[in-house]
């Protein structure tokens, strides 16, 4: 079972509407969670970083929270463009250097 | 600033054959990461260089997977000889030294094995 479980595994929206992705964990400890955005035939660009003490993080019209105490993660997306399009990665960074993976919400934004 | 570079961006070639990736990291990254993806399943570390030295390997598969960084710039990741199961996604990312903040990713190599 991975450790960073994320819902739903798609999702399709109208352009304009908001929507919200979540993201469990169970790494223990952790030092940071992070957000990105992968578009296809490309790599992991970074939205948002947020350490444990850390309840919420905003970029734009990406919002982030967390709520370490329940391990949990959402990424909120306000008034979506067609460009929000793409594979939306939860990742969970120990005390270390390597980044835990989940396995993304595919997004797709309809005009 | 030029990003992470890897090459090539493609590559198939047959089972039991050589491949071997390139990564340019960020200059002055002492940080250099491998990540690969197969298919369907999530991105998952394969291991970590600080300048030259490899600081973390415990993701590598196994031995037919070998990663060098001599000089501690450019990285190759070389797989002898590729099975099936190696087709995916390969990812290089680098950071600066002291902090994972900054990693950034490469555009990765997509691997087929055929």
């Known amino acids: 079972k991975n450790q960073v479980e994320q819902s739903p595994q798609s999702l399709i929206i109208l352009e304009g509407k908001n929507c919200t992705l979540q993201c469990n964990y169970t790494v223990s400890p952790f030092s940071n969670l992070r957000w990105y955005k992968q578009d296809t035939g490309r790599g992991p660009v970074s939205l948002t970083i947020m350490t444990f003490s850390e309840n919420t993080k905003s970029n734009g019209r990406y919002t982030a929270t967390l709520d370490a105490d329940t391990k949990q993660s959402s990424l909120h997306i306000t008034a979506s463009q067609l460009s929000d399009s793409a594979s939306y990665i939860c990742v969970v960074s120990p005390y270390g250097n390597k980044l835990v993976f989940g396995a993304g919400t595919i997004l797709r934004v309809k005009s | 600033e030029a990003g992470v570079t890897q090459f090539p961006s493609h590559s198939v070639i047959e089972k039991g054959q050589t491949v071997t990736l390139r990564c340019d990291p960020i200059s002055g990254h002492d940080n250099l990461y491998w990540y690969r993806r197969v298919m369907g399943k999530e991105i998952k570390f394969l291991l970590h260089?600080?300048?030259?030295?490899?600081?973390?390997e415990s993701g590598m598969p196994n031995n037919r997977f070998l990663a060098e960084r001599t000089g501690g710039t450019y990285s190759t990741l070389k797989v002898q000889p590729a099975e099936l199961e190696d087709s995916g996604v390969y990812f290089c990312?680098?950071?600066?030294?002291?902090?994972?903040?900054?990693?950034?990713f490469g555009s990765g190599t997509r691997l087929t094995v055929v």
């Open positions: 990312a680098s950071s600066l030294q002291g902090t994972h903040y900054g990693y950034t």
């Open positions: 260089f600080v300048k030259e030295s490899k600081q973390d």
